[in-house]
């Protein structure tokens, strides 16, 4: 509901209006906590859990990264960055003087919460990696890169949640129409010439498919590690092609103490929505406080 959040905006370093909701928990004296959402999503992917969590006494901020949902588009396609983004998000948290945080990360954005742990470790609480490691499987990257970017629109919004079951449904197999629908709705916009379209700007692909650069970072085991003695939730949808069994045993390894939930007939990326995973973020909540 509308009424959970509010809508609010701050500014980029290098001047873009940027957007993000703000769930309010009142004085609680609890841990923020930062939802940072995939490649092509944006906020919209928390609307069930961001509710969830600010009824627990916790204040949840969920932005855009620049280029989706209301956030401005980039003149320049190379500030389609991973350490563009931390800038981005680190002018937001002074903005609204958080100082420590509990980190929820899908895909990109538990990347961007592995190098922001990895360069001030001290700012985060714990942390929720979904289907996302320091080593990104190949096969998932080629995966994305036959979608990210190649645009095109939709009449209705039924024609839409076929369009992305054709190309996901491979990850989400026990997806019914409904869900079909949710996804294209969090994911899509109804654009003003009636046509809906996905969320983002297309030129996010840019430095995406020059050879991966800017894609994902060289060596994210480092940041990987400062998060190793903190409260951890490690998910994998079990049909991932993008955190691979062998990845999820290593990090399992560096972090023993990881609570770890996979996800059975999922792919990339679990919801977050799944009891098994509700349940696991719920405890790492009430550890942090």
């Known amino acids: 509901m509308e009424s959970d959040y509010s809508e609010r905006s701050w500014r980029s370093p290098d001047g873009l209006e940027?957007?993000?909701?703000d769930y309010p928990a009142g004085d609680t004296g609890k841990?923020?906590?930062?939802?940072?959402?995939?490649?092509?999503r944006n906020s919209r992917d928390f609307e069930s859990l961001a509710p969830h969590i600010a009824?627990?006494?916790?204040?949840?901020?969920?932005?855009?990264m620049r280029g989706r949902g209301q956030s401005a588009y980039a003149e320049d396609s190379a500030t389609y960055a991973v350490t563009n983004y931390i800038s981005d998000v680190t002018a937001l948290l002074a903005q609204e003087e958080v100082g420590k945080f509990i980190s929820i990360?899908?895909?990109?954005?538990?990347?961007m919460t592995m190098l922001m742990a990895q360069f001030a470790p001290e700012k985060i609480a714990g942390a929720v990696l979904n289907d996302i490691g320091p080593v990104v499987d190949a096969q998932g990257m080629e995966g994305i890169r036959t979608y990210l970017g190649k645009g095109g629109s939709f009449p209705t919004w039924m024609h839409a949640a076929r369009s992305l079951e054709e190309v996901?449904?491979?990850?989400?197999?026990?997806?019914d129409t409904n869900d079909w629908l949710?996804?294209?709705k969090r994911t899509m916009t109804l654009c003003n010439n009636g046509r809906i379209a996905f969320d983002y700007d297309m030129k996010i692909a840019d430095p995406f498919n020059d050879a991966g650069q800017n894609a994902v970072p060289p060596?994210?085991?480092?940041?990987?590690?400062?998060l190793a003695d903190k409260p951890l939730v490690l998910v994998r949808g079990a049909l991932s092609t993008l955190l691979s069994t062998d990845t999820l045993s290593e990090m399992q390894r560096r972090a023993p103490?990881?609570?770890?939930?996979?996800?059975?007939?999922?792919?990339?990326a679990p919801t977050l929505d799944e009891p098994e995973v509700r349940s696991a973020i719920d405890a790492l909540l009430a550890s942090v406080g």
């Open 168 to 175: 996901h449904g491979g990850s989400h197999p026990s997806f």
């Open 18 to 21: 940027l957007y993000f909701r």
């Open 105 to 111: 990360g899908t895909s990109m954005g538990g990347i």
């Open 257 to 268: 103490d990881a609570d770890t939930v996979i996800v059975p007939d999922a792919g990339h």
């Open 31 to 40: 841990t923020a906590v930062l939802c940072l959402h995939g490649l092509t």
């Open 219 to 226: 060596d994210l085991w480092p940041g990987f590690e400062a």
């Open 55 to 64: 009824a627990k006494g916790h204040r949840v901020i969920v932005p855009d």
């Open 182 to 184: 949710g996804m294209a």
